[in-house]
């Protein structure tokens, strides 16, 4: 990769993280965003455990990114879907049939629109 090419692609991974400010998502919102967008289908015990997450903090975004309610007590760390500006729920919880613990995390459309737009951004 050349140095231009290099500016390029920092360029636009400047212009996503605006996106994702845009939105009000903090670093660990959207990193788990990404996590779920890379290894769709995956349970969420085993993305946090992979990426040394802790099951709690993870749980906690993966609700708010479902539109779910994630703020409980003094989790003042939780982000609370009624202060941040979500373009729609972007990640989906399904039931495994086998295993009714087991959730999988896939992207909603909204989602896949998001990381599409974010991936176009990167892209230049």
Sequence with gaps: MTRRDFRETLKG???AARLFQ???MDFR???ILLLIATDEGEGAVALAK????????FSRHV???CGER???GNQKDAPDPKVHKLPGRLVEKRTDPKDIRRHSLYLTREGHSFIDQV???IAG
């Design 63 to 65: 609700l708010f990114l």
């Design 22 to 24: 845009e939105y009000e």
């Design 119 to 121: 991936q176009k951004l």
């Design 13 to 15: 991974q400047l212009k």
């Design 29 to 31: 919102t959207w990193e």
């Design 70 to 72: 994630a703020k409980r």
């Design 50 to 57: 992979k990426h040394g997450i802790s099951k709690s903090a």
